[in-house]
């Protein structure tokens, strides 16, 4: 019916990696392919297909260390046991602020509230990228048009009442709210672009 919020997601090196934007990140993996790894929370996780999208437009060859979650790979990025991540914007953000990290871009089509200052991914070098999270909320195949018309304007006017739209920004979310039809070509839109993502790099849901 629609998408719900979306959440955004924020390119992240340590500290120790000499790369102040995503193109030193480029250039230094391409003078060392194989030599940089990138953590995820897991095969076929979001984060892991956003690095494999990056890593197949960018045209560079990084390692991908898979880990069972987003906490193992956040402290393993911040030992430095990985150098690079995609990681949501509500946890990563603060990272990067802290210093523990550095923030080199986020993956959305737009900047992101939490971190105005950060370039997207597609302005500083790689024009059509675009990786996030959302939630959305859908109906049984079958149900008539006309229903889910009605359950999509009530569902919609619900998320941006202020109280309804203060609650979840407050957690990092997006509130976006938009139509079925929107919601579908969305969907397919982004199963087209990632099924070769996922083809290329072979992976797999765990």
């Given at each position: 019916?629609?998408?719900?919020v979306?959440?955004g997601?924020?390119?992240?090196?340590h500290?120790?990696v000499p790369?102040?934007?995503?193109?030193?990140?480029?250039?230094l993996a391409?003078?060392?392919?194989?030599a940089?790894n990138?953590?995820?929370?897991?095969?076929g996780?979001?984060?892991?297909l956003?690095m494999e999208?990056?890593?197949?437009?960018?045209?560079v060859?990084?390692?991908h260390?898979?880990?069972?979650?987003?906490a193992?790979s956040?402290?393993a990025m911040?030992?430095a046991?990985v150098?690079?991540?995609l990681?949501?914007?509500p946890n990563?953000?603060?990272?990067?602020?802290?210093g523990k990290l550095?923030?080199?871009?986020?993956a959305g089509?737009?900047?992101?509230?939490l971190?105005p200052?950060?370039p997207?991914?597609?302005?500083?070098g790689?024009p059509g990228y675009e990786?996030?999270?959302?939630?959305g909320t859908?109906a049984p195949?079958?149900t008539?048009?006309?229903?889910?018309?009605?359950?999509?304007?009530g569902y919609?006017?619900?998320?941006?009442?202020?109280?309804?739209r203060?609650?979840?920004?407050?957690?990092?979310?997006e509130v976006v709210?938009n139509?079925?039809?929107?919601?579908?070509?969305?969907m397919r839109i982004e199963?087209?672009?990632l099924a070769?993502?996922?083809?290329?790099?072979g992976?797999?849901?765990?």
């Amino acid at each position: 019916m629609t998408i719900a919020v979306e959440i955004g997601y924020v390119l992240l090196v340590h500290p120790s990696v000499p790369a102040n934007s995503v193109q030193e990140l480029i250039a230094l993996a391409r003078s060392k392919p194989g030599a940089l790894n990138y953590a995820s929370s897991g095969n076929g996780s979001a984060f892991h297909l956003g690095m494999e999208l990056f890593k197949r437009m960018a045209g560079v060859d990084i390692v991908h260390v898979p880990f069972k979650g987003s906490a193992l790979s956040v402290n393993a990025m911040l030992a430095a046991e990985v150098q690079i991540m995609l990681n949501g914007t509500p946890n990563g953000v603060p990272l990067a602020k802290s210093g523990k990290l550095r923030a080199l871009a986020v993956a959305g089509a737009r900047r992101s509230p939490l971190a105005p200052e950060l370039p997207t991914i597609a302005e500083s070098g790689l024009p059509g990228y675009e990786m996030s999270g959302w939630f959305g909320t859908v109906a049984p195949a079958g149900t008539p048009a006309a229903v889910v018309a009605v359950l999509n304007r009530g569902y919609v006017r619900t998320l941006h009442l202020p109280e309804v739209r203060e609650r979840l920004e407050g957690y990092g979310f997006e509130v976006v709210g938009n139509t079925p039809e929107e919601f579908a070509s969305r969907m397919r839109i982004e199963s087209q672009r990632l099924a070769r993502v996922i083809r290329d790099s072979g992976a797999k849901p765990e």
